[in-house]
Structure formats: structure tokens, C-alpha cells
């Protein structure tokens, strides 16, 4: 968490800084979308998710622009019919497991604005990203079996990766974008599973 902390305030540092020295436009907004996320190294399925978030853009000279914010933001996935031994120990039985996490997300963009046509602009923009396990559960579908906080002494909270975007904004306002992230870090420890996700999201710049 003390490094997610630290870098929402170095973020509102630099972009502080920035627009005092160089009064370059920034502007928030907010958006919100639908993710689709799987989790590497498993047999699974896409799980669907949402996305909600603030977002913070700041103005670079020939439509360069950095993009941040904030986000809450669903991953994980469905896995695929697995043989599972039930709590009453009778012979294994299919069962899938869904596992869904829930992440607060910076995402730290650097992207760029070509203008199409009078007030329709096509965006892109791709960077790293932080992201902090804030909760979830791993549930199983055979009856006996309680459902497992997603986080715990065998798992990762800490999420790094890289992502990026595609869309359109219209009126400097509006926009509509296409993405994906592909997590870095392993999610639990002593296996190769990371995160992976697509989202479609809309956002709203005041």
C-alpha cells in the first residue's frame, strides 16, 4: 500500500510542478468499462469485470499528452472443469473455480492525439502501471468448500505490468477506448500466473 501511496503523490507532485512551471492545461475526468481478464498459466476462461475510475491528462506540446489516474478495477478468471476431491472424500468430481480480485490501478501513460477531422481526434497512449489488491475471494463450485480470500501469505497484492490503448475522443471531451494490460508480477508466489485483461472503457473530461 506505502507503494501505491508514494506514487499517487509523486504523481500529483510531478504534474503540480509542471503545470506551475511550464502552465501547461491539465484536466480530470472519469470513466468507466468492461474488462475481460484471465490469469496466464491457468486452464481457464475469461472472467467478464468492470473498471470505474478518475483520470487525470496533462497537455504536451504537438499533441503529446500524459495520462494518469486512479482506478478500481476486477481481475482474474474462470477456470476451466478441473478434478476436485470433495470435503466428504468420496472419488473426485468436476467443479471450475472462479477466481475474482479486486485492484486500485495507476496507470503512468505517455500517448499521442492525430487530429482526423474537426473536433474527432484518434488517441493512443501505452505506459506502465501500479496496481494494490484491495480484496476477493477464490470460490470453488463444490458444496463443502468455502470460498478462499484471493490474497493471502501465498499470493502477491503488488501488481505491475505495462498497457495500452487505442480510441477516439470527440469534442476534447468524449472518448472511447480499446485496451489491454499484461501483468509483470506473479500472482501467487512460487508459480508463473500473472495477469492479463482487455477492457473497453468510456471516459468523460471535465
Not at 507532485?13 to 484471465?38: C, D, H, T, Y
Not at 487530429?115 to 481526434?121: A, N, R
Not at 490474497?151 to 498497457?163: A, V
Request: net charge positive; glycine share 12%.
Amino acid at each position: 500500500m506505502r507503494i501505491i501511496r508514494n506514487s499517487i503523490v509523486l504523481l500529483i507532485g510531478m504534474v503540480s510542478s509542471i503545470s506551475m512551471f511550464a502552465q501547461l492545461p491539465v484536466s480530470f475526468g472519469v470513466k468507466a468499462g468492461m474488462n475481460l481478464s484471465e490469469i496466464q498459466k491457468i486452464d481457464d476462461n475469461v472472467k467478464v469485470g468492470f473498471n470505474i475510475g478518475l483520470t487525470a491528462e496533462l497537455a504536451l506540446p504537438s499533441n503529446f499528452y500524459l495520462m494518469s489516474g486512479l482506478e478500481f478495477t476486477t481481475k482474474g478468471a474462470k477456470s476451466k472443469e478441473i478434478n476436485v476431491v470433495s470435503p466428504a472424500g468420496s472419488n473426485p468430481i468436476k467443479s471450475k473455480i472462479t477466481y475474482n480480485a479486486m485492484y486500485l490501478q495507476l496507470p503512468i501513460h505517455a500517448g499521442y492525439k492525430l487530429d482526423l477531422v474537426p473536433g474527432t481526434k484518434l488517441i493512443f497512449r501505452a505506459g506502465p502501471y501500479l496496481a494494490y489488491g484491495v480484496g476477493g475471494k477464490i470460490k470453488w463450485g463444490v458444496e463443502g468448500i468455502e470460498d478462499q480470500d484471493i490474497f493471502s501469505d501465498d499470493s502477491n497484492r503488488f501488481d505491475f505490468g505495462i498497457g495500452g490503448a487505442v480510441g477516439i475522443e470527440f469534442l476534447n471531451k468524449i472518448s472511447v477506448s480499446l485496451g489491454a494490460d499484461q501483468g509483470l508480477t506473479k500472482i501467487f508466489k512460487d508459480t508463473s500466473t500473472k495477469n492479463r485483461s482487455a477492457h473497453i472503457s468510456v471516459g468523460y473530461k471535465f
